[in-house]
């Protein structure tokens, strides 16, 4: 068995600016991230309830990204943020091909 003493340690992405087009992009990544969290909360059985109720699987999260608190939305933005900062810094370059319709 593995001792617990997890440090995280991810990649230092302070250095890496980002467009306006990769900040809009940031956006909608949060809001998918959170429909991928939700389908999979649905799939085990949590159903949207006022209070976070583990035993009966309730959670208040469970509404469209738009209806989330700013504190809540925080968290996939984040998600998102960190890790297209972690694609450049890793050497990858994200252009957006503009004959994809947005979805």
């Not at 939700?38 to 059985?45: C, I, K, N, T």
């Not at 469970?62 to 450049?88: G, H, P, Q, W």
Request: proline share 4%; aromatic share 6%; net charge negative.
């Amino acid at each position: 068995m593995h001792e617990k003493n997890y440090t995280p340690k991810p990649l230092d992405t302070s250095d890496i600016p980002l467009s306006d087009d990769i900040m809009e992009l940031t956006e909608k990544l949060a809001k998918n991230t959170h429909d991928v969290w939700a389908v999979e909360r649905r799939a085990q059985g949590w159903r949207y309830g006022e209070q976070r109720n583990d035993a009966e699987k309730l959670h208040p999260c469970l509404v469209e990204y738009e209806e989330l608190s700013d504190d809540e939305k925080k968290f996939d933005r984040n998600t998102a943020l960190e890790t297209l900062k972690c694609i450049i810094k890793l050497g990858y370059k994200i252009v957006k091909n503009d004959s994809q319709s947005d979805r």
